[in-house]
């Protein structure tokens, strides 16, 4: 099957990091006589050409997140994660990395939470669920069928009864609903704001990464498979996959 430059690109990074290695691991004792066509091979060059010297360039290991100096900066790396949430952003994959962020809290126990939203669902990023400038909570996903409030830590330590505020607050605005507070650390650990009888979802930066990555792969090779792929919308998917391997270095 005839291959596009876009798809070409898409593999080529994966290919020359595989390549060493997997050609001396699966060499056979006896090479098998192959038939070329040269008039085929002919086309493959020339169809890589353009991958090739993008790759040559930079392009591919190109990271906008590190232009915009995102860091460690908590909080700009909450607005970065909350547009990747949201299922109306223009990120391309509709609602997949939230179904992979409610497929992981049900992992953690909260199995009365729904796999999707039904009817609407809003992402908001530095909100103050309790009223108090002081109280900021990073990401705020208010849904039709449950409410959820992620804390977001990187380097940053937890203030006094933080999370506890937090739980006390989703519950209110909750209603019947489910209801979560996720705790997002570098390690995946319990937080110690909680109070003793707190459930508490812990999620590490590296499993959310993970997750999503697997969710999102699909779509992402559909992206840059397709012959009339949108330049505009391979660069989003990009941006978004270069966000989640910045994700697994926290």
Known sequence: ?????????????????????????????????????????????????????ALRHGTFTFDPWEVAKLGRNEVRNSAVLAWLLDPYGNH????????????????????????????????????????????????EIDADNFFMLIEVKIDAYEQKDQILRYISEAKKRAGEQPWAVVYLTPQGRVPLSAGEEADVPCLSWRRLASVMA??????????????????????AAHAAFRFLDRMRRF
């Open 1 to 53: 099957m005839e291959q596009s430059p876009s798809s070409l690109a898409a593999w080529l990074p994966h290919f020359f990091a595989e390549w060493p290695r997997r050609a001396l691991d699966t060499q056979p004792a006896e090479l098998p006589t192959i038939a070329v066509d040269a008039q085929q091979l002919s086309a493959f060059f020339t169809g890589i050409a353009q991958p090739l010297a």
């Open 92 to 139: 391309g994959f509709s609602d997949l990395p939230l179904k992979a962020l409610l497929n992981a809290v049900r992992e953690c126990g909260r199995e009365d939470f729904p796999e999707k939203f039904t009817r609407y669902c809003r992402v908001n990023v530095e909100k103050h669920p309790t009223g108090d400038a002081t109280n900021r909570v990073d990401i």
């Open 214 to 235: 697997q969710a999102l792969e699909p779509t992402r090779q559909q992206i840059f498979a397709a012959a009339d792929a949108s330049p505009a919308r391979q660069m």
